[in-house]
């Protein structure tokens, strides 16, 4: 019986090792983590059939055009926070409890349910996958709450064995996972029903996920000139976008770098945008993990979801991530901006903007340009390498 707890245990702080992949990756543990975790991702990717597995299904490079998705980032957040404290909460209850020798919790929070630890996991689980929206992520979701289920029947069973004269009459008064009305209403009384609602519930976590990434996708702020598609990672950089994307495409050193029958995608981006590594390698400063800032990116990731959105991503070369000139050159009337160039192979819908975002689609780095938009002076233009700041890691396309 031990083993078997701890196995389903064991499933359960992989689940969060893996749903914590965005604070690792900005950790200097990102290189030990990624030996051992990217081959199983790079396998996923192998095949047609789990590939959407590493996709991404809600904005993380890119700034949310609508107040939907915003509040939906919050509301991850929330979850997060939420289900993280109600956990603590009850297991300050119950190792209080141990400590002074007074058996079985019944009171405080498990007054109105049996297992609220679980449930304060499970929420905050569904945080990670709003906050971290990789498919594999909610997938593992599902799965995890089925440990939850097996782990709070285990408990169950051990304590009736225990405690069969106190416990029983709280079990059969009290919910396991809601309020016992409320339970009672909503969930089948068989495991077998309850295993039927799992999977209903597991198909409408899957499916949920793939409708808010179209709508994720279809709310993007693109650009489309000839085979290349551009796509702004500040909504309010659209208008720029839109006015000398095409001028710059037309320049001798960057025209002669595309071919016609090749499909390119191009992030528009403030070239101190801190996310960048996630796209291409464009240079040590945007490999986060080789940086000291990993509390203070927790931190604005997880308490501060509005600026970490709205202002975060681009604002936070102020915590010392570059200092030069561009650094402020905006601030002075100079408007820069970084272009990083990928060639995409699609496969099939080639000729439409969204085909850049497919699932199947495979994303080539090819070379960077800094450009003065005023002037439509470049600062710089290089090469890039076939990997991104991760090295081969799948990592957010928008």
């Known amino acids: 019986m031990n083993t078997k707890k701890t196995a389903l245990a064991s499933i359960v702080l992989l689940y969060f090792v893996i749903c914590l992949e965005i604070l690792i990756m900005i950790s200097p543990f990102a290189g030990f983590f990624y030996s051992a975790f990217n081959p199983f991702l790079l396998k996923l990717t192998a095949y047609p059939a789990t590939r959407w597995l590493t996709a991404f299904f809600l904005p993380h490079m890119v700034i949310p055009t609508t107040s939907f998705l915003m509040a939906l980032r919050i509301f991850g957040s929330l979850l997060l926070l939420g289900g993280m404290g109600l956990f603590l909460l009850c297991a300050l209850q119950v190792y209080t409890a141990k400590f002074r020798r007074r058996g079985t919790v019944l009171g405080g929070l498990y007054r109105f349910i049996r297992h609220p630890q679980y449930l304060g996991l499970a929420a905050a689980g569904a945080g990670l996958a709003i906050l971290w929206p990789r498919f594999l992520v909610v997938v593992l979701w599902c799965f995890m709450v089925l440990v939850y289920f097996f782990l709070a029947r285990d408990?169950?069973?051990?304590?009736?064995?225990?405690?069969?004269?106190?416990?029983?009459?709280?079990?059969?008064?009290?919910?396991?996972?809601?309020?016992?009305?409320?339970?009672?209403?909503?969930?089948?009384?068989?495991?077998?029903?309850?295993?039927?609602?799992?999977?209903?519930?597991?198909?409408?976590?899957?499916?949920?996920?793939?409708?808010?990434?179209?709508?994720?996708?279809?709310?993007?702020?693109?650009?489309?000139?000839?085979?290349?598609?551009?796509?702004?990672?500040?909504?309010?950089?659209?208008?720029?976008?839109?006015?000398?994307?095409?001028?710059?495409?037309?320049?001798?050193?960057?025209?002669?770098?595309?071919?016609?029958?090749?499909?390119?995608?191009?992030?528009?981006?403030?070239?101190?945008?801190?996310?960048?590594?996630?796209?291409?390698?464009?240079?040590?400063?945007?490999?986060?993990?080789?940086?000291?800032?990993?509390?203070?990116?927790?931190?604005?990731?997880?308490?501060?979801p509005v600026s970490h959105l709205s202002s975060g991503h681009h604002a936070m070369m102020h915590h010392g991530m570059d200092n030069g000139p561009a650094a402020s050159s905006e601030d002075n009337g100079v408007v820069v901006r970084r272009l990083i160039f990928l060639r995409i192979d699609a496969g099939h819908d080639t000729d439409t903007p969204l085909a850049c975002f497919d699932i199947n689609a495979s994303r080539t780095p090819l070379f960077l340009v800094d450009v003065e938009l005023h002037s439509l002076k470049l600062l710089d233009i290089r090469d890039l390498p076939l990997t991104t700041g991760w090295g081969y890691v799948p990592t957010p396309t928008f």
């Open 155 to 304: 408990e169950e069973k051990r304590m009736l064995r225990i405690h069969n004269g106190t416990y029983r009459p709280y079990m059969e008064n009290t919910g396991m996972f809601l309020p016992r009305s409320l339970e009672n209403f909503l969930l089948p009384t068989a495991t077998v029903g309850r295993l039927l609602l799992w999977l209903a519930v597991s198909v409408l976590a899957v499916g949920t996920a793939f409708c808010l990434r179209s709508y994720t996708i279809h709310h993007l702020t693109l650009h489309q000139s000839g085979n290349v598609t551009a796509i702004a990672i500040l909504p309010d950089d659209g208008f720029k976008m839109d006015h000398r994307l095409t001028f710059l495409l037309n320049m001798k050193e960057i025209r002669t770098r595309l071919t016609p029958e090749a499909r390119y995608l191009v992030y528009f981006l403030p070239k101190q945008y801190i996310m960048q590594g996630l796209i291409a390698d464009t240079g040590g400063d945007w490999k986060l993990y080789k940086k000291h800032h990993t509390i203070s990116m927790i931190t604005d990731w997880i308490l501060h």
